[in-house]
C-alpha cells in the first residue's frame, strides 16, 4: 500500500499501510514482551532474539520517520525490515528452543540489558539507514518518481539516522570493552567480534565525515550506507562463521551461501547507484524539467 501510495490516492493507502504496519508493531511487541517475561531476561540473549530484536527496532525508527515526513517511506521501510528478520528469526529457530539456557559469560542482566542492547539497536539502525539508500537507489535509478525535494528528503532520513546508529554502536562497544576488562582482564583484544563492532563504528563515521567535508551528497550517503549493511551482516553473522574469538557463540554451518547472497546483493545495488547520472530515471527528468523555457521554445 506504501507503494501504490505514489502512484496515486496517496493519502488514504498511506493512512491505511501506517496503520497496519502500527498495528503488527504492537504484536510484535507483546511477541518480545513475553519472550523478556517468560526467560527473565533482556531482549537480546541469542541468534534469535537479535533479529526479533532488530526488526522490532527498525520498526520503531521507521514509523517515527513516518510521522515527521508523512510520505510512506518510514511505513515501507517498516514493513521490508519486520518481514526480512521474521524469514529470518524463523530460520534461526529452527535448531529448536529459542529460550536456551544463556552461556556462563553471558549470565549477566546487567550487561545484556545494556552492552548487547545499545549493540544491537546500533545494528538496526544501520540496517535501516542501508535499506533506505536502497530505496533511494532503486527509485532513483528505475523511476522517475523521485524529485529534487525528495532526494533532499531521502538524505535527510539516511543522514538522520547515521547519526543514531554511529552513536549507539559506539556506546554499545565502548560498553562491550568495561563488560570484557571485567570478565577476561582486558579492555580490548582484537577478538573478532570487538573488530567487526568497531568496523561498524567506523564506517558510520566515515559516511558522517564524508558528508561534513562535502564529499558526498545525498547520492554518495545513499551508496555508502547501502555498504553499511555488509559491513552490520559481518558483525552480526561473519564473525561467528569464522569459529574462532570469544564471542562465537552461534556457529550456524548453512549460513554462509546466504551470507554470500546477501553481500553479493548489496554490492550490485552499490553499482547500480554509481552509474552515471544520466543513466538515472529521476535524474534525467529532473534535468528535462529544469531546461530553460527559451531552449523549448525553438
Known amino acids: 500500500m506504501a507503494c501504490l501510495a505514489w502512484l496515486g490516492w496517496a493519502q488514504p493507502l498511506r493512512r491505511a499501510a501506517f496503520w497496519l504496519a502500527l498495528g503488527t508493531l504492537v504484536v510484535h511487541t507483546f511477541a518480545l514482551g513475553s519472550r523478556m517475561y517468560l526467560q527473565g531476561r533482556p531482549p537480546v540473549t541469542n541468534l534469535y532474539s537479535s533479529a526479533v530484536f532488530i526488526g522490532w527496532v527498525l520498526g520503531i525508527l521507521a514509523l517515527i520517520l513516518e510521522k515527521l515526513y508523512r510520505d510512506g517511506t518510514g511505513t515501507l521501510m517498516t514493513a521490508v525490515g519486520g518481514f526480512l528478520t521474521l524469514i529470518l528469526a524463523h530460520n534461526l529457530a529452527s535448531g529448536g528452543d529459542t529460550l536456551e539456557m544463556m552461556q556462563a559469560v553471558l549470565d549477566t542482566n546487567f550487561w545484556l540489558a545494556t552492552h548487547v542492547t545499545c549493540i544491537t539497536i546500533g545494528y538496526s539502525s544501520t540496517f535501516l539507514a542501508g535499506f533506505l539508500g536502497i530505496l533511494f537507489i532503486l527509485r532513483g535509478v528505475f523511476t522517475a518518481s523521485v524529485d529534487k ?48 563492532a568497531l568496523i561498524i563504528v567506523l564506517w558510520n563515521a566515515l559516511i558522517l565525515h564524508a558528508r561534513w567535508g562535502g564529499l558526498v551528497q545525498q547520492r554518495g550517503i545513499a551508496v555508502m550506507s547501502v555498504f553499511g549493511n555488509v559491513v552490520t551482516s559481518w558483525s552480526w553473522f561473519g564473525v561467528n562463521l569464522l569459529s574462532v574469538g570469544l564471542h562465537s557463540y552461534g556457529f550456524m554451518s548453512g549460513a554462509v551461501f546466504w551470507l554470500v547472497m546477501f553481500v553479493i546483493s548489496q554490492l550490485a545495488v552499490m553499482g547500480l547507484g554509481m552509474l552515471p547520472p544520466r543513466l538515472w530515471r529521476s535524474l534525467e527528468t529532473l534535468e528535462t524539467k529544469h531546461v530553460p523555457e527559451e531552449a523549448t521554445t525553438h
Open 149 to 196: 525535494e525528495e532526494y533532499k528528503k531521502l538524505g535527510r532520513m539516511i543522514y538522520g539516522i547515521l547519526c543514531f546508529a554511529t552513536l549507539f554502536s559506539f556506546t554499545g562497544t565502548v560498553l562491550g570493552g568495561i563488560w570484557a576488562d571485567q570478565s577476561w582482564g582486558r579492555f580490548w583484544g582484537w577478538d573478532t567480534k570487538e573488530n567487526g
